[in-house]
């Protein structure tokens, strides 16, 4: 397995084994010296998460919301001060689209100076996409409520080329969002489209290529 890849193979329910935050390489949550806590797809499912906070309150202590919308949260009394996509610092105030992750690394505290971002002591936040799979794999999620509110996310995985010393595996993603708020200036409306090639030669090396467009 490369030191730069996390596995997730084995994990158990909400239970999360390894991370590349806060050490830039795939450890055991065991062996890093942070207080680092993982949220995975299971949990992110079975919260039906759209937004950040939805689901970040139950798997993180002392997490308040300084604004009824957006990513404006802190940590322990302290702002959030970075978020990362893919280990790539992005911006902190809008939301973060949710319709193709995988996972979200929360790395606590001033140890969030690690990821490259000193901003605020809170902590930091990485946002970890799906991968392409290298078996054929389909999902539609849809969510209504009330005040007009509904949610459409789709995903679609597997692989195109598949010989001896390379495979090419494929992700796209779609999804979309409208509802309305007390506040007309909340109000809610999205477009998300999305996707990924994994390239692989033999064993030994990858290359993965994301990318989206978030409206």
Do not use: C
């Amino acid at each position: 397995l490369s030191p730069f890849v996390v596995s997730s193979e084995n994990e158990q329910g909400y239970r999360a084994q390894q991370t590349v935050v806060g050490s830039r390489s795939a450890k055991a949550l065991v062996d890093i010296p942070a207080s680092i806590s993982i949220i995975n797809l299971e949990q992110i499912n079975d919260l039906n998460a759209a937004e950040l906070y939805q689901v970040i309150k139950f798997a993180v202590s002392g997490v308040t919301q300084n604004a009824s919308i957006g990513d404006d949260i802190n940590i322990r009394g302290f702002r959030l001060g970075g978020r990362l996509r893919d280990g790539v610092l992005s911006n902190n105030w809008a939301p973060a689209p949710m319709y193709d992750v995988e996972r979200i690394e929360v790395l606590r505290g001033p140890g969030a100076m690690l990821t490259g971002n000193n901003t605020g002591i809170g902590g930091s936040i990485n946002f970890v996409s799906r991968k392409p799979t290298a078996k054929p794999m389909a999902e539609i999620q849809t969510t209504f409520s009330d005040n007009s509110y509904a949610r459409l996310q789709a995903n679609v995985s597997g692989p195109l080329v598949k010989k001896d010393d390379f495979s090419l595996n494929y992700r796209v993603t779609v999804g979309g969002l409208t509802g309305d708020r007390d506040k007309e200036i909340e109000n809610q409306k999205e477009k998300f489209f999305g996707s990924a090639l994994g390239m692989y030669f033999g064993s030994h090396t990858s290359i993965q290529v994301d990318g989206y467009f978030y409206d």
